[in-house]
T-cell receptor
Framework: EAGVTQFPSHSVIEKGQTVTLRCDPI?????LYWYRRVMGKEIKFLLH????????ESGMPNNRFLAERTGGTYSTLKVQPAELEDSGVYFC??????????????FGPGTRLTVL | RKEVEQDPGPFNVPEGATVAFNCTYS??????FFWYRQDCRKEPKLLMS???SGNEDGRFTAQLNRASQYISLLIRDSKLSDSATYLC????????????FGKGTMLLVSP
């Protein structure tokens, strides 16, 4: 079974440009999460989808970030316009059953974003 | 105060050593607890869930003390392949899984 996949693996853009990150969760996983690790800091939660609905977006840094999950399958995270502080590794994760708080989240390999 | 705090590390140990990782969390309402392992420039992967009764998986033992809000991970008979960053992770959301990560402790096992 394929794991969580993310595209691109790396992205280098200039300040002010737009970047769109994509995440394909494990097939059948209704829950999809975005996390981010900024250099020198811990991994931080950004938002959580249940199917196509945003369950929790409390971690989104500001309105330059827009996440979508049309059709409840893959998700995109768009940063527009990108700022220097947006540089970091963006991880996507998916899980199956949210009724169990010990339900495992499976992480994708991440997208390393560098804003120059 | 950070929500999840870990030993800063790195820990440098010889093969065969026993190494202990400590973690504290600030939210007493936290629901579930995990240790994840992250290899260099890779994604985090679940190593162990941590239950109140404590649990063991081969060379790995995890303990949870809810009263002290403290989590530990013990690795016995360290292998070179154990070299990685160990992340203490807490689910602080009672409704859904919102994972809160510690900064991680790097372990380097040398021959």
């Amino acid at each position: 079974e394929a794991g969580v996949t993310q595209f691109p693996s790396h992205s280098v853009i200039e300040k002010g440009q737009t970047v769109t990150l994509r995440c394909d969760p494990i097939s059948g996983h209704d829950n999809l999460y975005w996390y981010r690790r900024v250099m020198g800091k811990e991994i931080k939660f950004l938002l959580h989808f249940v199917k196509e609905s945003k369950q929790d977006e409390s971690g989104m840094p500001n309105n330059r970030f827009l996440a979508e999950r049309t059709g409840g399958t893959y998700s995109t995270l768009k940063v527009q316009p990108a700022e220097l502080e947006d540089s970091g590794v963006y991880f996507c994760a998916s899980s199956q059953d949210e009724t169990d708080s010990y339900n495992e989240q499976f992480f994708g390999p991440g997208t390393r974003l560098t804003v120059l | 105060r950070k929500e999840v705090e870990q030993d800063p590390g790195p820990f440098n140990v010889p093969e065969g050593a026993t190494v202990a990782f400590n973690c504290t969390y600030s939210n007493s309402a936290s629901q579930s607890f995990f240790w994840y392992r992250q290899d260099c420039r890779k994604e985090p992967k679940l190593l162990m869930s941590v239950y109140s009764s404590g649990n063991e998986d081969g060379r790995f033992t995890a303990q949870l003390n809810r009263a002290s809000q403290y989590i530990s991970l013990l690795i016995r008979d360290s292998k070179l392949s154990d070299s990685a960053t160990y992340l203490c992770v807490v689910n602080t959301n009672s409704g859904y899984s919102t994972l809160t990560f510690g900064k991680g402790t790097m372990l380097l096992v040398s021959p």
